[in-house]
Nanobody
Framework: QVQLVESGGGLVQPGGSLRLSCAAS????????ADWYRRAPGQEREFVAH???????NYTDAVKGRFTISRDNAKSTVYLDLNNLKPEDTAIYYC?????????????WGRGTQVAVSS
């Protein structure tokens, strides 16, 4: 069974840091583009960051200069480093990735990891 599993969330004070991980497992040929999204309480899910297969990332304006997306293709894992966290970053963070299964790319979502920023 192919799946994505996020980890690394938690409670942190404003200005703090976290590293989120998204690991792909199961039978697939490779991971292509991947994204992080988040859903804050009472709000719609929103895009946070994207990384292509070569490792180039782009970000929503709200996190530019504070968050960094990266990947380790050997481990089929995508990371999101969250720095200088603010209370408005509180959300469930979800990973999405295109995984090649049976000769074609398919989109998969993880179940999310909770990030809470509070003093």
């Amino acid at each position: 069974q192919v799946q994505l599993v996020e980890s690394g969330g938690g409670l942190v004070q404003p200005g703090g840091s976290l590293r989120l991980s998204c690991a792909a497992s199961g039978s697939f040929a490779r991971m292509d583009d991947a994204d992080w999204y988040r859903r804050a309480p009472g709000q719609e899910r929103e895009f946070v960051a994207h990384v292509n297969s070569a490792g180039y990332g782009n970000y929503t304006d709200a996190v530019k200069g504070r968050f960094t997306i990266s990947r380790d293709n050997a481990k089929s894992t995508v990371y999101l480093d969250l720095n200088n966290l603010k209370p408005e970053d509180t959300a469930i963070y979800y990973c999405r990735a295109d995984l090649w299964v049976f000769g074609s790319p398919r989109g998969y979502w993880g179940r999310g990891t909770q990030v809470a920023v509070s003093s």
